[in-house]
């Protein structure tokens, strides 16, 4: 039986912990809190460990024994960790979403490859299943030089919450990175960056009426150096209820967003660490979801959008789902032998779009095809 950890029992570990023993591995759940370990292992049946990954040595024993890890921990851990499974001839797939970190674990390719190990970072939604569906119709086009590559993700409270109409869905600081940091694109068939918060514009959704979509970072993950020449124009943006874009990028404007330290009265502090907390402190969070996904791409003769209305299913959110599935479907099909890949990429190049997508349907999520013609 395949032995598998999954590192971090949160809201995507749990699900994470939950399809990959559905799928029959031998799952250990870790975390570093051990009240949060014991409560989803015992939740779903499985062995627990209290385990931090700040700790290295204590790790490497853990991952040494095991086929596959799974990594549900913040990306500042991820080439830490990603390091540590490779020493211990492990596969290792974890949730990205920061290029800098995921282009160091990029570069432990040659190593991953002579040891026979996958190192798949940007796994999950966007990064990750998002990117896959884009790769699938890019080549799907054809050979001939793609006009366009438009993706757009959103998780939204099925109903508005507050001003900002949104609830925490992920770890505060994770949000505001990709809120904070240049956003990779292709313009003129030349990768290059845009600003976060900007390029806001309409977006229509069946039952939801019109949302906005504005520019975020890590979302396009390595598809701008890989499809650069190739494809005329790609941007990735993330959708949201209207106006929320123009609140966040004013706090960027006023400085909330600045990681030096400031004085304050008698205290020194970072006002992005104080605007973490304060997001974590008063957003709602744990509401019902809903994950919205569109990739659309064109081309000489050929023309085609993939579209995912995914809601919370009662055990997991939709954000879990979404993150954790594809991710776990991934690891099952590269250890199981049906993906032969050996080295260090990003999911979407790894992943096959048709096979992933037939894995994904048996956990109900479901791509719906809207428009397609044939290359000419």
């Given at each position: 039986?395949?032995?598998?950890?999954?590192?971090?029992?949160?809201?995507?570990?749990?699900a994470?912990?939950?399809?990959l023993?559905?799928?029959?591995?031998?799952?250990?759940?870790?975390?570093?809190?051990?009240?949060?370990?014991?409560?989803?292992?015992?939740?779903?049946?499985?062995?627990?460990?209290?385990?931090?990954?700040t700790?290295?040595?204590?790790?490497?024993?853990?991952?040494?024994g095991?086929?596959s890890?799974?990594?549900?921990?913040?990306?500042?851990?991820?080439?830490?960790?990603?390091?540590?499974?490779?020493?211990?001839?492990?596969?290792?797939?974890?949730?990205?979403?920061?290029?800098?970190i995921?282009?160091?674990q990029?570069e432990?390719?040659?190593?991953a490859?002579?040891a026979?190990?996958?190192?798949?970072?940007?796994?999950?939604l966007?990064?990750?299943?998002?990117?896959v569906?884009?790769a699938?119709?890019?080549?799907k086009?054809?050979d001939?030089?793609?006009?366009?590559?438009?993706i757009r993700?959103?998780?939204?409270?099925?109903?508005?919450?507050?001003?900002?109409?949104?609830q925490?869905?992920?770890?505060?600081?994770?949000l505001?990175?990709?809120?904070?940091?240049?956003?990779?694109v292709i313009?003129?068939?030349?990768?290059s960056?845009?600003?976060?918060?900007?390029?806001?514009?309409?977006?229509?959704?069946?039952?939801?009426?019109?949302?906005?979509?504005?520019?975020?970072?890590?979302?396009?993950?390595?598809?701008?150096?890989?499809y650069?020449?190739?494809?005329?124009?790609?941007?990735?943006k993330?959708?949201?209820?209207?106006?929320?874009?123009r609140?966040?990028?004013?706090?960027?404007?006023?400085?909330?967003?600045?990681?030096?330290?400031?004085?304050?009265?008698?205290?020194?502090?970072?006002?992005?660490?104080?605007?973490?907390?304060?997001l974590?402190?008063h957003?709602?969070?744990?509401?019902?979801?809903r994950?919205?996904?569109?990739?659309?791409?064109?081309?000489?003769g050929?023309?085609?959008?993939?579209?995912?209305?995914?809601?919370?299913?009662?055990?997991?959110?939709?954000?879990?789902?979404?993150?954790?599935?594809?991710?776990?479907?991934?690891?099952?099909?590269?250890?199981?032998?049906?993906?032969?890949?050996?080295?260090?990429?990003?999911?979407?190049?790894?992943?096959?779009?048709?096979?992933?997508?037939?894995?994904?349907?048996e956990?109900g999520?479901?791509?719906?095809?809207?428009s397609?013609?044939s290359?000419?």
């Open positions: 039986m395949t032995k598998t950890v999954v590192l971090g029992a949160g809201i995507v570990g749990r994470a912990a939950w399809d023993d559905r799928r029959g591995h031998d799952v250990t759940v870790t975390d570093a809190d051990a009240a949060t370990a014991r409560r989803v292992g015992e939740e779903l049946s499985l062995p627990w460990l209290e385990l931090d990954v700790d290295s040595d204590a790790v490497a024993p853990v991952l040494a095991a086929d890890v799974v990594s549900a921990v913040p990306y500042l851990f991820g080439m830490r960790v990603a390091e540590t499974a490779l020493r211990s001839g492990c596969h290792y797939f974890d949730f990205g979403g920061n290029p800098t995921v282009k160091q990029l432990l390719h040659g190593a490859r002579d026979g190990v996958a190192i798949v970072p940007d796994c999950g966007a990064p990750g299943y998002a990117n569906l884009a699938g119709l890019i080549a086009a054809g001939s030089v793609v006009d366009d590559v438009q993700v959103g998780v939204l409270p099925q109903k508005p919450l507050g001003t900002l109409e949104y925490l869905a992920f770890y505060a600081g994770g505001i990175n990709e809120y904070a940091e240049p956003c990779e313009h003129n068939r030349v990768a960056t845009v600003e976060p918060l900007t390029r806001i514009e309409e977006f229509k959704w069946n039952g939801l009426g019109t949302l906005e979509a504005f520019s975020t970072a890590g979302g396009t993950s390595t598809m701008c150096q890989e650069e020449g190739r494809v005329t124009r790609l941007e990735y993330t959708i949201r209820y209207p106006g929320h874009g609140i966040f990028a004013a706090m960027r404007e006023i400085g909330l967003f600045d990681t030096a330290d400031r004085s304050f009265g008698s205290s020194i502090v970072a006002p992005r660490r104080v605007l973490v907390d304060l974590t402190d957003l709602p969070s744990a509401e019902p979801d994950t919205l996904v569109s990739v659309a791409v064109s081309a000489p050929f023309s085609a959008e993939q579209r995912i209305d995914d809601t919370d299913d009662g055990r997991f959110s939709s954000l879990a789902r979404m993150t954790a599935f594809p991710t776990t479907a991934l690891c099952d099909l590269v250890v199981r032998g049906v993906v032969d890949f050996r080295g260090s990429a990003a999911m979407h190049s790894v992943a096959p779009a048709a096979e992933l997508t037939a894995e994904l349907a956990v999520i479901a791509v719906e095809n809207r397609s013609a290359p000419e």
